[in-house]
């Protein structure tokens, strides 16, 4: 559980000569039992980015909504606000690190207490003085030398594409414009599943026609994910990397698998001078569904899980689902928690490399949390459409004992099936 | 018996002011009686700056007041006090009797009680709050006045305080104390003279424990989050139940509800946000005039909530915080209408005699 201010008791107090101990002498003696000691929440608010973390009212709507507290956590933007204030150190606390930056507090909050703000800026200044899990700095060292949190060898950052049986044309090789730079991200280019999704959408793009290319072993991390858990340092770092690699290419439009990395290329790399046209491939595709050759029905019942940083922090929530609506035979069925009430599969804000940490303080995964919720609302399939989180459910769905009852896969998994371009998965 | 077209207020704070200008811009005689000895009442008399915008309340007030003392219509008596009447409306006889005792009759057409509150006695609190033990537990009131002095200071010291605790709902929204009713003004009067106290010591930690924070309409961000946000004035919901001397400072001992938690800290000085109740001017006047009081004891209206001026009593109306709780807001706002009301009286009856 987490960290609460305990009330001070004097082991030992002499009332008139008599040595009573512990509580019993509480109602002889009185004494200061808690400090309010505001220092604490003095210190967190003169941080810059950190100041709304003092307008808390205590309403409470960010603890019904908070995955962290939902999950069994004892955590929320309120219960934050309030150890602060009573001198508990945020920057000691594990508090400090359950947050995955969901945003869903902030759609709630009267008062306009920022997360998204609070916790990178106060994570900064942790990080600075080396208070940090030691799973996040691996991950951070990892971005640092190999341009991805895996730790994987940077010049196999494109070696997927041999598996994708269809031209992938790198760039720096192909020494021509191209329509559409395809941005594919850590996950999405290293990870067993992400690999299968990249693949799948790779012969989509094929398929349609699409002339575009992708960076290869000169794509680094985005590093949003890594400037939300605190190293706004290696963040920019990244920025200026891929911007500057970015800007040797004569392109149209930036497409990107990862919704973090959207959140990078719209929000932050235009500060940084890398100002594209940037969408998701989600969004890419819906305007081409019409020439898309979804053939071969999918008879399932499945559910989409919203991507924070597709959904509430980037508003979309639309072409996912036109998608998926758009393969014959497919029923989409929404759980309870969807678009802007969507569930965290807490792999943001740098979760995806706590996991050993956050077990500590939460009483289960969010992503166990959301696939059980999955499975409440009868779906048999699972998709998604942020590299983090194949990865992520499909472990939930073995630690929740639920194995064989529900598949997760990306939607572009879903599209190259229906129209014949891989092995059927579901 | 000839109709008097003139009319009485008894009471010269905000609402009587209101009243009686509103009466002489209708053009009537207006006789504004005031027990005490100078015009302006207890904001005026007792509140350094007013709320919401903390601007100073003789700066506020002063055009009102000279606006009445200059008014060819208005004849101001103070230090005087109403002590009988008959009659009925239209056709009042007063008695006023004046600091030496003197008293005179005087004929009125209609009456506006304007005799507002008084604050809550913390003696009478039946938490241990030791108002009349500790000199560090000090009343709204008695932090308005070294405002008004501009030195805010522990009053066993004479040193600032360096942590300060307001406590909300001291003799309101209680049974036992025999004051149901919410006092609405005291949590927004708390935060404003927490923001008047961070200026006046930027270093002071301050503090206010309450119930439920009842900020309504724009006081909310006027006076509420601009204390939080830009004063760092913390508030803390769980009410203080006592306060013990600590060494030379206080211990105070209640339950911090938002933590579920004992709450024991001490403080430098607490101020304690009392409330309102009818003055002794208000039940008087409700004796001597033969007005009902409605069940919370202030002065009762009947035709709420359309009518908030009129009192069973045929040409007696009652404006402000002698009708119930009021901020300055809703007591100039019933001394225009209480104007209003009186002189459609007077011409109603003047058109039934013709």
Not at chain 1, 340 to 347: A, D, F, I, M, T
Not at chain 2, 232 to 252: A, M, P, S
Request: include cysteine.
């Amino acid at each position: 559980m987490a960290q609460k201010a305990k009330p001070i008791e004097l082991d030992v107090a002499v009332v008139n000569g008599v040595t009573l101990t512990a509580s019993a002498n509480r109602m002889f003696e009185p004494r200061v039992i808690s400090e309010y000691d505001l220092s604490a929440l003095d210190a967190v608010t003169a941080i810059d980015g950190a100041q709304s973390l003092g307008y808390c009212y205590q309403c409470g709507k960010c603890t019904a909504v908070c995955p962290v507290d939902t999950a069994g956590g004892d955590y929320s933007p309120r219960k934050v606000f309030r150890r602060t204030q009573l001198g508990i150190d945020l920057l000691d606390s594990p508090d400090l690190w359950l947050c995955t930056t969901c945003s869903n507090c902030l759609r709630v909050c009267p008062k306009e207490v920022n997360m998204i703000s609070i916790m990178p800026a106060v994570r900064e200044q942790a990080v600075a003085d080396g208070r940090a899990p030691q799973e996040l700095l691996t991950a951070f060292e990892n971005t640092a030398r190999y341009g991805n949190p895996l730790g994987e060898p940077a010049r196999k950052r494109a070696d997927w594409i041999r598996r994708a049986e269809v031209p992938v044309p790198i760039m720096s090789q192909l020494k021509a414009p191209v329509d559409v730079l395809w941005f594919v991200e850590c996950y999405p280019a290293y990870h067993p599943r992400g690999k299968d999704a990249s693949v799948a959408l790779a012969r989509v793009l094929h398929a349609l026609g699409v002339d575009f290319g992708i960076l290869g072993s000169e794509e680094k991390c985005s590093g949003d994910s890594q400037r939300m858990a605190g190293e706004a340092g290696l963040f920019e770092m990244l920025a200026e990397h891929n911007i500057k690699v970015l800007s040797k290419y004569a392109f149209n439009t930036v497409m990107v698998t990862d919704p973090h990395a959207f959140n990078a290329f719209r929000h932050e790399y235009p500060k940084h001078g890398g100002d594209w046209t940037t969408l998701h491939y989600t969004q890419y595709l819906v305007p081409r569904i019409a020439q898309m050759e979804l053939i071969h029905p999918i008879n399932r019942r499945v559910t989409f899980h919203d991507p924070c940083y597709l959904g509430r922090h980037n508003g979309e929530y639309d072409a996912p689902r036109e998608l998926l609506q758009a393969i014959p035979g497919l029923e989409l069925v929404e759980m309870g928690r969807c678009r802007e009430n969507s569930y965290c599969c807490g792999g943001g804000g740098g979760g995806m490399w706590m996991d050993g940490f956050t077990s500590e303080h939460v009483g289960m995964r969010l992503s166990e949390r959301r696939v059980q919720e999955a499975l409440e609302w009868g779906a048999e399939v699972l998709a998604v459409t942020c590299p983090y989180e194949v990865s992520r459910f499909e472990d939930a769905v073995k630690s929740t004992g639920n194995a064989g009852l529900l598949q997760v896969v990306d939607i572009a998994e879903l599209l190259a099936q229906s129209m014949g371009l891989v092995e059927a998965r579901v | 018996m000839s109709l008097s077209e003139r009319v009485m207020v008894i009471g010269a704070g905000p609402a009587g002011l209101e009243a009686a200008r509103g009466v002489a811009d209708l053009d009537r005689q207006v006789l504004l009686v005031e027990s005490k000895g100078q015009l302006g009442g207890t904001p005026y008399e007792h509140y350094a700056t007013l709320t919401p915008h903390l601007r100073e309340t003789g700066d506020v007030m002063r055009a009102m007041l000279d606006g009445i003392n200059s008014h060819p219509l208005v004849d101001v008596r103070l230090e005087t006090r109403v002590v009988a009447s008959e009659g009925e409306a239209g056709h009042f006889r007063v008695t006023l009797e004046n600091a030496d005792g003197q008293r005179t009759e005087e004929e009125v057409g209609a009456v506006i009680v304007a005799t507002g509150f008084s604050h809550f006695d913390p003696g009478r609190e039946t938490q241990m709050y030791g108002y009349y033990e500790y000199d560090d537990v000090v009343t709204l009131v008695d932090a308005e006045h070294m405002m008004q002095n501009g030195r805010m200071v522990r009053p066993s010291t004479g040193e600032p305080p360096e942590r300060v605790a307001f406590i909300q709902c001291v003799g309101s929204r209680d049974r036992q104390i025999g004051n149901t009713y919410c006092s609405k003004v005291c949590c927004g009067i708390a935060s404003k003279q927490s923001i008047e106290i961070k200026r006046m010591l930027p270093n002071a930690k301050i503090f206010i424990f309450y119930i439920d924070m009842r900020m309504y309409g724009f006081w909310e961000d006027q006076i509420y989050w601009k204390a939080q946000e830009e004063h760092k004035v913390n508030y803390v919901r769980g009410i203080v139940t006592e306060i013990i001397k600590k060494g030379d400072k206080l211990l105070i001992k209640g339950e911090d509800t938002t933590m579920g938690r004992p709450m024991e800290v001490t403080m430098d000085l607490v101020i304690l946000s009392v409330g309102m109740e009818p003055s002794r001017g208000t039940l008087q006047m409700g004796q001597i005039f033969g007005l009902p009081r409605e069940p919370h004891g202030f002065l009762a209206t009947v035709g709420e909530p359309l009518d908030t001026v009129s009192t069973p009593v045929a040409g007696v109306f009652v404006a402000g915080a002698a009708a119930g709780p009021k901020d300055i807001e809703d007591s100039v706002s019933m001394g225009g209408m209480a104007a209003a009301k009186a002189v459609g009286l007077l011409n109603r009856l003047a058109r039934a005699l013709v």
